[in-house]
T-cell receptor
Framework: KQEVTQIPAALSVPEGENLVLNCSFT??????LQWFRQDPGKGLTSLLL?????REQTSGRLNASLDKSSGRSTLYIAASQPGDSATYLC?????????????FGKGTKLSVKP | KAGVTQTPRYLIKTRGQQVTLSCSPI?????VSWYQQTPGQGLQFLFE???????NKGNFPGRFSGRQFSNSRSEMNVSTLELGDSALYLC????????????????FGPGTRLTVL
């Protein structure tokens, strides 16, 4: 059974700092891994999706990596800004099951201080 | 292209009542999934529909049900509401080309906040 863990649960950094959010998963037979952002009381915004055959994806100041052998994904945020403050969630979908079934971590709540 | 829409955005019900939530996927998306989000349990998968068929179901009691219409719009129903059903219910849609060959990126709606009193 796939389990997804995100550490730390909360992170506070000063503006301008580069930071890394961590996501680990127990079953390496993933179909893809997706990173989301959630603002308080809102839905999820898709940030990056990494297919199982890929090692990383980039979008603007964001870079996500995937290492299936170690069961880890990281989300790198460059030059953080106060507007990056939100909860970041990673989610895995597995082969063999319904790819619409995402297994989520509990998230990392990021606070970027001006 | 319009995003995923969910109605209503907020609902207040009392224990024992039933509720129906609606989700309209992104145009062209044929897969709709539902999730429940609570502070304690986080995001949990409820069920997924594709072409009006339920493909997968999470570990929830039978009080939770859903359906999908021919235009891909989906509804979920919760009967005999309990206090613990208070949550943010999120719907996600994706474009599935088939078993393979699709990224299956999930796009989420804003959610329906259900409060059970």
């Amino acid at each position: 059974k796939q389990e997804v863990t995100q550490i730390p649960a909360a992170l506070s950094v000063p503006e301008g700092e580069n930071l890394v959010l961590n996501c680990s998963f127990t079953d390496s037979a993933i179909y893809n891994l997706q990173w989301f952002r959630q603002d308080p009381g809102k839905g999820l915004t898709s940030l990056l999706l990494i297919q199982s055959s890929q090692r990383e994806q980039t979008s603007g100041r964001l870079n996500a990596s995937l290492d299936k052998s170690s069961g880890r994904s990281t989300l790198y945020i460059a030059a953080s800004q106060p507007g990056d403050s939100a909860t970041y969630l990673c989610a895995a979908s597995n082969y063999g099951g319904s790819q619409g079934n995402l297994i989520f971590g509990k998230g990392t709540k990021l606070s970027v201080k001006p | 292209k319009a995003g995923v829409t969910q109605t209503p955005r907020y609902l207040i019900k009392t224990r024992g009542q039933q509720v129906t939530l609606s989700c309209s996927p992104i145009s062209g998306h044929r897969s709709v999934s539902w999730y429940q989000q609570t502070p304690g349990q986080g995001l949990q998968f409820l069920f997924e529909y594709f072409s009006e068929t339920q493909r997968n179901k999470g570990n929830f009691p039978g009080r939770f049900s859903g359906r999908q219409f021919s235009n891909s719009r989906s509804e979920m129903n919760v009967s005999t509401l309990e206090l613990g059903d208070s949550a943010l219910y999120l719907c996600a849609s994706s474009y599935l080309q088939g078993a393979r060959g699709s990224y299956n990126e999930q796009f989420f709606g804003p959610g329906t906040r259900l409060t059970v009193l």
